[in-house]
């Protein structure tokens, strides 16, 4: 299994993963140009997908997904509250691409199984996914305003998280976003912050090579630099040693990662 967080950010989010059998893409935040450009520059084409897994409705993840759908005839996946609400936001998808994902369920191709589970965001039925193939895991958690022992319980032991390290909370508290928009952000709907990205990451990993890719960070309240660093410290005060077993990477809103094997 192979894969490479193609963007991520407040601007728009999409990740690719791959088996010999398989393509997916996860969410199509950006446009179809933009897309095509970053599938260009990990080698690969759109036109090879097996198909789309949609997360939840907001813009910032469905922002190319009809353009996209349509031009490669592409299946869409997602689960029918989703579905209802993006209706308006995608165009007309023909009846043969629309397949339903429900939540806290597992659908097979092949030898990879993915797994979706619920997260707690301000959407109508928000949800991520866990890629399974031959003993491998790979885990992509954005979005969500806490990681409940529930959640830590299905991502637990991931060879790769793409996990959410969104925001710095004194720079998010001092900073020029309203009153109600940093409310949002800091509740259990918003979105999680690199202090408790650090500790939730500190309870799922386990004691094997594992590779975090810090996602979705706010392009206001945030820093590469300054979340790495967060992460890394904390992770030292409950004994887990970057470098030792586990490997933090991070993720940007224009360039993708390397593609590399879970």
């Known amino acids: 299994m192979r894969f490479s967080v193609l963007a991520s950010?407040?601007?728009g989010n999409a990740i690719y993963v791959e088996t010999d059998e398989h393509a997916f893409?996860?969410?199509?935040?950006?446009s179809g140009k933009k897309m095509e450009q970053l599938f260009a520059k990990i080698g690969r084409d759109m036109k090879n997908l097996s198909g789309i897994l949609v997360t939840h409705e907001h813009g910032d993840h469905i922002k190319?997904?009809?353009?996209?759908?349509?031009?490669?005839?592409?299946?869409?996946?997602?689960?029918?509250?989703?579905?209802?609400?993006?209706?308006?936001?995608?165009?007309?998808?023909?009846?043969?691409?629309?397949f339903l994902f429900n939540m806290e369920s597992v659908q097979?191709?092949?030898?990879?199984?993915?797994?979706?589970?619920?997260?707690?965001?301000?959407?109508?039925?928000?949800?991520?996914?866990?890629?399974?193939?031959?003993g491998r895991k790979l885990v992509i958690i954005t979005d969500t305003g806490y990681v409940s022992d529930r959640?830590?319980?299905?991502?637990?032991?991931?060879?790769?998280f793409v996990f959410e390290s969104n925001h710095d909370i004194n720079m998010l508290q001092m900073g020029k976003y309203p009153w109600s928009i940093k409310r949002r952000i800091l509740s259990d709907v918003g979105h999680v912050s690199n202090e408790d990205a650090a500790v939730?990451?500190?309870?799922?990993?386990?004691?094997?090579?594992?590779?975090v890719y810090l996602s979705h960070l706010s392009k206001e309240n945030n820093m590469k630099e300054l979340a790495r660093m967060t992460v890394k410290q904390i992770?030292?005060?409950?004994?887990?040693k970057e470098g030792e077993f586990?490997?933090?990477?991070?993720?940007?809103?224009?360039e993708p990662t390397l593609l590399v094997t879970v």
Not at 25 to 30: F, N, Q, R, S, Y
Not at 66 to 89: C, D, F, Q, S
Not at 200 to 211: D, F, G
Not at 247 to 253: E, I, K, S, V
């Open 200 to 211: 939730a990451i500190s309870e799922v990993v386990e004691a094997k090579p594992t590779h």
């Open 151 to 160: 959640m830590k319980g299905i991502i637990r032991g991931a060879d790769a």
């Open 25 to 30: 893409l996860v969410d199509v935040g950006l």
């Open 64 to 98: 190319g997904l009809g353009v996209v759908a349509r031009k490669y005839k592409l299946p869409i996946y997602a689960n029918e509250k989703t579905w209802r609400a993006m209706e308006e936001h995608v165009g007309n998808i023909p009846l043969e691409q629309r």
């Open 108 to 134: 097979s191709f092949g030898s990879l199984d993915i797994e979706s589970f619920a997260v707690s965001h301000d959407a109508v039925d928000p949800m991520f996914y866990v890629f399974h193939e031959n």
């Open 9 to 11: 950010g407040s601007t």
């Open 246 to 254: 586990l490997h933090l990477h991070d993720t940007d809103a224009e």
């Open 235 to 240: 992770l030292e005060s409950y004994g887990i």
